[in-house]
């Protein structure tokens, strides 16, 4: 197992495109999260996945973005017509196991610019 | 809400400095609390934890003791070296946490100079 990973890393788009990001947790971890996190801040969250649905979802989540667990492992996020102030790094984490939980597994993060 | 305050950054040491990393939450209950770290160019790592008052979290020369009476997590580290640049966020998650989301704080930027 090699841990969370995502993709692209990078990725560099035109105000008006449309983009998707992948996530591929950690093999059997049933919990997937989505986070950004602009410059200077910390992590916040987007939205989080109990295997293939969707539990919650932040109001920073607006309805340009829409993410999707089909089949309860890897996971995608797409933003619409990007605006500039889209412009940070998407992370992802995964957790798995039974309460108690512990620790959020991240991925390295895809950076996305909006020019 | 719950919430997370860090000391802000950045911090410039000397390797071998004492490195103290302010970290104070507002929660209700008794949250876990978190220390991750974020390399150049990577994802955020697990650093040390800590799940309830008086508990001493500790990893790779770093520590940190959850303070109920304080609301306090700070890090600390006696000797930092230049691989320990970095940022560092201190999180928290609820108590009774059943896998919902971390609360992160914003980070502090550290920079260890040879």
């Known amino acids: 197992d090699t841990g969370v990973s995502q993709n692209p890393r990078h990725k560099i788009t035109k105000r008006g495109q449309n983009v998707t990001f992948r996530c591929d947790p950690i093999s059997e971890h049933n919990r997937l999260y989505w986070y950004r996190q602009t410059l200077g801040q910390g992590p916040e969250f987007l939205t989080y996945f109990q295997n293939e649905a969707q539990l919650e979802k932040s109001r920073l989540l607006s309805d340009r973005f829409s993410a999707e667990r089909p089949k309860g492992s890897f996971s995608t996020l797409e933003i619409q017509r990007t605006e500039q102030g889209d412009s940070a790094m998407y992370l992802c984490a995964s957790l798995g196991g039974v309460p108690p939980y512990n620790e959020q597994f991240f991925g390295p993060g895809t950076r996305l610019t909006v020019l | ?114």
Not at chain 2, 74 to 92: N, P, R, W
């Open chain 2, 1 to 114: 809400g719950d919430s997370v305050t860090q000391m802000e950054g950045p911090v410039t040491l000397s390797e071998e400095a004492f490195l103290t990393i302010n970290c104070t939450y507002t929660a209700t209950g008794y949250p876990s609390l978190f220390w991750y770290v974020q390399y150049p160019g990577e994802g955020l790592q697990l650093l040390l934890k800590a799940t309830k008052a008086d508990d001493k979290g500790s990893n790779k020369g770093f520590e940190a003791t959850y303070r109920k009476e304080t609301t306090s997590f700070h890090l600390e580290k006696g000797s930092v070296q230049v691989s320990d640049s970095a940022v560092y966020f201190c999180a928290l998650s609820p108590d009774g946490w059943d896998g919902q989301n971390f609360v992160f704080g914003p980070g502090t930027r550290l920079s260890v100079l040879p």
